[in-house]
């Protein structure tokens, strides 16, 4: 038995030579922790991905160093290996050095990679948890991602893995779990996505909800069915960062709980 008494999560104080993982949420810059602001307010390097917005950024000191490593859609402008050295690099040279990342880092967000490589190199390193897109999306879809009678319980799947291909995972398996599906960065995937679930035994008239830009005011939810979501998303067009609820629940929610969340759009497949 190994028993640690190690907590890998973020104190209030942050201390020269660190390297701080932190998630920022989903876009809406009040869904930031209170840790999180803390932290921005303490950092003087701040290497961010290209969700987090200047919202989040607002918090930084002015005296911080700013720099975007940002990767959308497949693209990696800083190959990750170069931002694990630059994280390192700037902790030994006695900085608070701040990784900030949309959602959470923990989630599809390759913070594990950045805590191994830190780990690897002797340099303390911790974690701010975010609000990860597969908790938020829905939530602001006013969908339940489990739901009495419904879904007990909730599987997420990304459609990208490390050579940008759908992983190789037992979809049938998932098919025929019973479980939501959430998944994240899928629309350009979606048809193949969609035909595993198809092949695998899952109905095409599965409900899906497309969830576009989540939190933030340009938000739009397209609603359809495992058969025709590949062609209703590609006359929608909606705008990344996307994500994708498969299952009973998604028919779930509606106009009413997008008004509450300010009046944003909710456009019916």
Known sequence: MNVQSFSALAGSQFHPGEVWLCGAGPGDPELLTLR????LGQADLI????????SALRHARRSAEIVAVG?????APVPQAKINTRLIAGARAGLRVLRLKGGDPFTFGRGGEEALACEAAGIPWRVIP???????APAAAGIPITHRGMASAVTFVTA?????????????ALAQSGAT???????????ELALRLLAGGLPAATPV????????????????????????ARRAGLPTPALIIIGAVAAL??????????GLRHAHG
């Open 130 to 136: 975010g609000i990860s897109a597969g908790m938020a």
């Open 253 to 262: 929610g509606g106009a009413t709980a997008l008004r509450t969340l300010g």
């Open 160 to 172: 990208h893995d490390e050579t940008g291909a759908l992983p190789e995972l037992n979809w049938a």
């Open 36 to 39: 999180a602001v803390q932290a």
């Open 181 to 191: 599906i959430a998944a994240f960065m899928a629309v350009s995937r979606l048809d």
């Open 71 to 75: 990767k959308r859609k497949g693209a």
């Open 209 to 232: 909800a497309l969830i576009s830009q989540a939190s933030l005011p340009g938000q739009a939810v397209l609603r359809s069915t495992l058969g025709q979501c590949t062609l209703e």
């Open 47 to 54: 290497l961010h991905d290209s969700l987090p917005g200047r």
